[in-house]
């Protein structure tokens, strides 16, 4: 046994002998109030060379005022722990102690035989006493008011740890404050709060009261724990110095107000805070004008430069609303029945107001009463004008844009016709000839009847013989016309009278010959016979080039010229209007003469009717004339003056001076060959009457029923028809031929522009 020489003796006090272990290690301790908290890690077991020569059975911890204990005996057994490192990693509390007082420790750890290991090393001593909670954060002391500074702080975190272990809790802090230095204690000053809920004045702070404006307040703070431990860290200190709070923004409107007739109150921006002002003076308005409200602070508060609250005055309006201003009816339309009418004036608008007729010509205004006023018309005079009604801005409204009534003053007649594009020839009738039957064309120098024989410009197409140069002429009275295209729809106006979108009929148009406008044109009633006039009971003079007809008819007087383009639509647009068809054929007779040969003129002279057939019936080649006019799809094709055509198109002159065969005019557009389908109307100024064919599907009995001829090198354009019998003649059909050659079935007709 030599080996266990080498190992300690049991000691201790009364132990049995034998081999003892080791000290504790790893001591450490914590102390709170009334409590000591101690940790160690047991000795292990004495193991040599594989045997266990003492093993370990537990440990006495002991504890002894005023000195270390000398024996496991000396003092209060505070712990015998048989559990080997329970507290190695957790603590184990000695309590019931006295805060302040020194405690002497001894571990005292034993064998399983009872050998106890007696060693300084196993000492140590702890002091029980009170912790205080941590220090406040956030802290801030600012005026509040008069005589009031609000503080503002954190509370300390709720417990104070220790390893682990909670050795203080918060229970308040203590707000004390005093004028010339810090509190050293709750003691030291008056103290102002005493809070208990945690963090409660960290957002919102608390306010302390009846405090001296401009008087420094030294503030201090202390967390107090459960335990009543005081934290009196100089940390834990600010100053704040009282005073009434500057509100720096006057109040001001915000947004608009507009007079609605109503009581209004003012919106206020966000410098306006009923918590601290009080709103007085006009704070309600009605009309529009400016108002002023008044602003006075409360008690805590003044306005920037102010010492004491005082009230600031401040400006709000109530603007005026926008006139408005009503016209009923806002158009007026007089005529034949009806030659005077009134309108009414109504609307949001104060000032005063005027009523004046735009052209007193046309119209006058005169008041009946209240706002109420008569427009009368002035000499049936046909045009259009307005009323203008102007108002000023008055006390509530400001001035509302003029208006003005339209005066359509209609002592003129319009009359229409409309054609849906489709394959039928048949227009439908509108405006003032919507109601009207067909006209009655004479049949075998019978008599006839239409609608249009009192109308003008119809009733003035009469003959005359005024002119011995010219011989037997057509007269056709100036009349007003309309196109209008809309899809496929053609729809053509005629009027007795100038109106507003309307133009001036072709033939009497301004020809930019210095002439203006005319009156009245003159057409040759027959085809030039020999001499180049109008003649009856004589042959038609062909086997002219157009330029020879219009050089030679021109010989006959200084305002007598070839037919041309425009005279030929002026008579289209009177047929269509009249007889609402396309197809002059079928409504007043085939004509291209009886025999299937060329006769002399006259043939129509013995017709009682300005309108009709020689024939036995309209389907019966015969003889025709249109409005006394003889032969505008019978015997011979009229050089059609005024047009030529080329690889560009249709091109147009209306200056007869300018009459030319290949040169100048104007292009309207490029027609299609062929049985006209579709029809467009020129839109080039001036010459908004032309129209022409876009398209060629139709036939001698569809569409427009009259075939339109182009080709680029032929010119000269004629119209018509001639002797030989077919139904692709009619008002309306044109061919071309060369500018060089004639013909024995092209003749001419004159004109007369005076």
Known sequence: ?????????????????????????????????????????????????????????????????????????????????????????TYFCDSGLTDGVTYYYKFFPYTTSSTYTDSTDDEFTATPAAVAPGNVSGMSAVAAGNGKITVQWGDPAATVVTDGITVSTWASTQVVYKAGSYPTDPSDG??????????????????????????????????????????????????????????????????????????????????????????????????????????????????????????????????????????????????KTTTSATFAISGDFDGSYTVTSMDTSIATVVLVSGKTYRVSSVNSTTGTTSIKVSCSGGSNYTAPADKSVSVTAKFVTIYGVSWDGSSTTKWSRTDASASFTDPVPAVSNGNGSSPFDSLQPWAGMVKDTSDSAAGVLVKIPKFWYKWTKSGNTLKLQIADGQVDGFNVSPAHANRGDGKGERDFVYVGRYHCASGYKSTTGAAQQVNITRSTARSSIHNLGATIWQFDYAMRVTIQMLYLVEFADWNSQAKIGYGCSAGGSKENNGKTDAMQYHTGTTAANRTTYGYTQYRNIEGLWDNVYDWMDGCYYNGNGMNIIMNPANFSDSSGGTLIGKPSSGWPSAIAVATASGLEWAIYPTAASGSGSTYVADYWDYVASYPCLRCGGYYNQYQDRGLFCVGYYNASSTYANIGCRLQKLP
């Not at 002998?17 to 292990?44: M, R």
């Not at 960290?202 to 009261?209: D, L, V």
């Open 190 to 335: 008056t103290l102002a709060l005493n809070s208990t809920t945690r963090n409660q004045y960290a957002t919102n702070g608390f306010t302390i009261t009846g405090l001296t404006n401009g008087t420094t307040y030294y503030i201090a703070f202390f967390p107090t724990s459960t335990d009543g431990a005081v934290n009196t860290d100089t940390a834990n200190r600010v100053t704040g110095v009282p005073n009434r709070l500057v509100i720096n923004d006057i109040p001001a409107q915000s947004g608009t107000l507009t007079y609605n007739k109503s009581p209004q109150n003012p919106v206020w921006d966000s410098a306006y805070n009923p918590a601290i002002m009080t709103l007085g003076g006009e704070t309600v308005g009605t009309n529009a004008k400016t108002y002023v409200a008044t602003f006075t602070p409360d008690d805590d508060h003044v306005f920037a430069g102010e010492t004491a609250p005082k009230a600031k005055n401040v400006s709000w309006v109530i603007g005026k609303a926008t006139g408005t201003l009503t016209l009923t009816p806002a158009s007026l339309v007089l005529d």
């Open 1 to 89: 046994m030599p080996i266990l020489g080498n190992f300690p003796a049991g000691g201790g006090g009364g132990g049995t002998g034998g081999l003892a272990l080791a000290a504790v290690t790893n001591i450490a301790t914590v102390t709170a109030h009334e409590k000591v908290y101690v940790s160690w890690t047991d000795p292990n077991d004495l193991v040599v060379a594989g045997s266990t020569l003492a093993a370990w059975g537990g440990t006495l911890l002991v504890r002894k005022a005023g000195s270390a204990p000398v024996s496991r005996r000396d003092g209060t057994v505070v712990l015998d722990s048989k559990t080997r490192n329970q507290y190695s990693t």
